[in-house]
């Protein structure tokens, strides 16, 4: 069955192969940008000669405004939204000591509100609805914490802890909220690591290699077929955090 899914940060990375992998099980897949309208045209473009459905529509999700247009263009269209998935963010690397009110309010901002903005937006809908599904992306550092990337980590940690607590709030409506850890993925946000850093963290894990983004997609399909996991936090990092 069709469902109609929203995906933010869907026009590079993980949130691009998300969008193309749910597009092509036949799902009506609204993909949001912000800045890279040039890579979101293109996957549009790419999906339509494949005969699949997808949307895109312009938002900046660090603001709750843009939250409510994005989620009020998909019911007023769709009149409804089956699957949110909330993989917008960006990465931060800075000495703590060094981190500034405006870098750290941006990543707070576009890494955690976003998911509180675009979750709180969209839930009143489903909770009409009696169902519905929210995938959150976090990331391995919301886990174990990342010397240098502290706003980074906070906000990754935030994500998980608001997915616990609203799987518990939610259920009753049976609405499913899960969260994936991803590890080191093959993107344009890690371009700044060294071969020497890369080579160690590859060292590091027991499957001797970093993931693609073919591997999140993978499991965000499984998440939104099934109908009995929440309020997970699935770790895809090839067994680098093993404890």
């Known amino acids: 069955m069709e469902k109609i899914i929203v995906v933010t940060g869907a026009s590079r990375g993980i949130g691009r192969e998300i969008a193309k992998t749910l597009s092509r099980e036949n799902n009506k897949v609204i993909a949001c940008y912000n800045n890279s309208e040039k890579e979101a045209t293109i996957l549009k473009e790419e999906l339509e000669k494949e005969n699949k459905k997808i949307d895109i529509i312009k938002g900046d999700i660090s603001k709750r405004e843009d939250c409510k247009k ?12 089956d699957v949110l998935i909330n993989n917008a963010g960006i990465s931060t690397y800075n000495l703590f000591t060094d981190i500034t009110d405006e870098e750290w309010n941006r990543t707070i901002n576009t890494n955690l509100n976003s998911v509180f903005y675009m979750s709180q937006e969209t839930v009143k809908y489903m909770i009409k609805q009696k169902e519905g ?40 409506s049976n609405i499913r909220v899960n ?65």
């Not at 995938?135 to 990342?146: C, E, F, K, L």
């Not at 077929?225 to 936090?233: A, H, I, N, Y």
């Open 70 to 81: 994005i989620v009020e263009y998909v019911i007023n269209k769709y009149k409804k939204i």
């Open 133 to 172: 599904s929210i995938i959150n992306i976090s990331s391995i550092w919301g886990i174990v914490g990342a010397s240098c990337e502290v706003a980074y980590s906070v906000s990754k940690a935030g994500i998980d802890g608001m997915t616990k607590a609203l799987a518990k709030e939610l259920g009753p």
């Open 179 to 243: 969260s994936i850890a991803p590890g080191l993925i093959d993107t344009d946000m890690n371009n700044d690591l060294t071969k020497e850093e890369l080579d160690n963290i590859i060292n590091e894990t027991p499957l001797c290699k970093i993931g693609k983004p073919e591997d999140i997609a993978k499991c965000i399909k499984w998440l939104v077929e099934d109908e009995f996991t929440t309020g997970q936090v699935i770790s895809i990092n090839g067994g680098w955090s093993i404890t």
